[in-house]
């Protein structure tokens, strides 16, 4: 599995640092400006959403379209290049005031599953809570747990060289991580860890 993995971040790696800007398609509307990169049948999409009567773009989403499965095969950390390029380009010709960033949650991407997991293991919080209450959701731990231990490392990494960083988190459509996807990740499958499967990222400035 770890040589699988080494295999396709190698392979992203490679994808991601040959984008040129004649493979990047600009769709851009009164409220939205979108640029997509298509390679092997895999699109990434980066969307930048402003208010109608706005000149400046307040929210931003990416996407990696080809990935349909539970996402041990996608690692963010190898798509912040195409971000990054991707970002350069619409900062051409938009300007940002940014407050959210949508990157899907955290199951989609293995390093950020990884991160999300060993962060409610280690949470004393989060532990207590399941000492107590069993498995039952807490959002609030939630999101505070995820904004503690820096789930989503990757981007907000990015993000501080942009002059922004992730400040909070707001979720929806919460479960729990399968026994299944546990033992994919590397863990014993017995931990108690909730999911949320909307996740929207707060952004401040620096």
Same mark, same amino acid.
């Given at each position: 599995?770890?040589? /699988?993995?080494?295999?396709?971040?190698?392979?992203?790696?490679?994808?991601?640092?040959? =984008?040129?800007?004649?493979?990047?398609?600009?769709?851009?509307?009164? %409220?939205?400006?979108?640029?997509?990169?298509?390679?092997?049948? =895999?699109?990434?999409?980066?969307?930048?959403?402003?208010?109608?009567?706005s000149s400046k773009y307040t929210s931003v989403k990416?996407?990696?379209?080809?990935?349909?499965?539970?996402?041990?095969? /996608?690692?963010?950390?190898? #798509?912040?290049?195409?971000?990054?390029?991707?970002?350069?380009?619409?900062?051409?010709?938009? %300007?940002?005031?940014?407050?959210?960033?949508?990157?899907?949650?955290?199951?989609? &991407?293995?390093?950020?599953?990884?991160?999300?997991?060993?962060?409610?293991?280690?949470?004393?919080?989060?532990? #207590?809570?399941?000492?107590?209450?069993?498995?039952?959701?807490? &959002?609030?731990?939630?999101?505070?747990?995820?904004?503690? @231990?820096?789930?989503? /490392?990757?981007?907000?990494?990015?993000?501080?060289?942009?002059? &922004?960083?992730?400040?909070?988190?707001?979720?929806?459509?919460?479960?729990? %991580?399968?026994?299944?996807?546990?033992?994919? @990740?590397?863990?014993?499958?017995? #931990? =108690?860890?909730?999911?949320?499967?909307? %996740?929207? =990222?707060?952004?401040?400035?620096?």
């Open positions: 599995m770890k040589l /699988k993995h080494l295999k396709l971040s190698i392979l992203l790696i490679f994808i991601c640092s040959t =984008i040129s800007l004649s493979q990047v398609t600009i769709n851009q509307t009164e %409220v939205d400006y979108t640029l997509k990169v298509e390679q092997d049948s =895999i699109h990434r999409i980066l969307i930048f959403w402003k208010d109608k009567d990416y996407s990696v379209s080809d990935f349909n499965k539970i996402s041990v095969d /996608k690692i963010l950390e190898n #798509e912040i290049s195409t971000i990054n390029q991707l970002w350069k380009i619409a900062k051409d010709s938009i %300007v940002f005031d940014l407050q959210s960033f949508n990157i899907e949650y955290p199951m989609l &991407y293995s390093d950020v599953l990884n991160n999300y997991i060993q962060a409610f293991i280690d949470s004393k919080e989060w532990q #207590e809570h399941v000492k107590q209450n069993g498995k039952k959701l807490n &959002y609030k731990i939630i999101k505070s747990e995820m904004l503690r @231990a820096n789930v989503y /490392k990757p981007l907000n990494d990015f993000l501080k060289t942009k002059g &922004y960083q992730i400040s909070g988190f707001e979720t929806e459509k919460h479960g729990f %991580v399968t026994k299944e996807n546990l033992h994919f @990740a590397g863990f014993s499958g017995d #931990e =108690i860890i909730p999911m949320p499967y909307m %996740v929207w =990222i707060k952004l401040d400035k620096l």
